[in-house]
């Protein structure tokens, strides 16, 4: 089975501090995926990357940066967090090519920003 | 701008066929569709797609309209562990890392 980890399910942390969620796959894909969720807004992306060292801005980049050293580990970034940013964040990974439909999912981080 | 429309709320009985529709318009000719569901607390899980054809997994089945501007997935024999958020979702495959933008989906619940 694909698993796919997140370093924490809560976290709280202050505003201003620089917070690392971090992501981890073991299933060798290529693509991997930060979204973060909201009440009444559902699941909206913020960074993927397609390979080692490369990233994309999905749809709310702002205020976030990522990292992918490794092809195993996507990390995400709040150089300094905000209250705005307390939500749920989900990480994905999947396989590039015919399989590229399928995401899988991590339990979620839900980090609150006091 | 929305891609899908989906009834926010649905309720269903223990035992009975779940059918929640999805509405997609401006579907273009490449575009699939796809359909995810997240329990609560948990990430979101894929169920099944399609791009012209119905189509059967050991979940639900796909049914998609003659001119694909809507579809339909139904869970055949829904129990009470299908109560979840069921997104549908439009967008192309792109083989390298296929974006998908994910609504408010419809709640399903499946009572007793």
């Known amino acids: 089975d694909v698993k796919v980890t997140q370093s924490s399910r809560y976290l709280v942390k202050r505003t201003g501090e620089k917070v690392f969620l971090e992501c981890v796959q073991d299933m060798d894909h290529e693509n991997m995926f930060w979204y973060r969720q909201d009440p009444g807004l559902g699941l909206r992306l913020i960074y993927f990357s397609y390979d080692v060292k490369m990233k994309e801005k999905g749809d709310i980049p702002e205020g976030y940066s990522v990292s992918r050293e490794k092809k195993e580990r996507f990390s995400l970034i709040l150089e300094s967090a905000s209250t705005n940013q307390t939500s749920m964040y989900l990480c994905?990974?999947?396989?590039?090519?015919?399989?590229?439909?399928?995401?899988?999912f991590g339990p979620g981080t839900r980090l609150t920003v006091t | 701008d929305a891609k899908t429309t989906q009834p926010p709320s649905m309720d269903c009985a223990e035992g009975r066929a779940a059918n929640l529709p999805c509405n997609h318009s401006t579907i273009s000719g490449n575009e699939y569709v796809y359909w995810y569901r997240q329990i609560h607390s948990q990430g979101p899980q894929y169920i099944i797609h399609?791009?012209?054809n119905n189509e059967t997994n050991e979940m639900a089945s796909l049914i998609i309209t003659e001119d694909r501007k809507s579809s339909t997935l139904i869970l055949p024999h829904a129990t009470l562990r299908d109560t979840a958020v069921y997104y549908c979702?439009?967008?192309?495959?792109?083989?390298?890392?296929?974006?998908?933008?994910f609504g408010t989906g419809t709640r399903l619940q499946v009572t007793l």
């Open positions: 399609g791009l012209k």
């Open positions: 994905a990974s999947s396989s590039s090519g015919t399989g590229d439909y399928e995401q899988y």
């Open positions: 979702i439009v967008s192309y495959l792109t083989g390298t890392a296929s974006k998908l933008t």
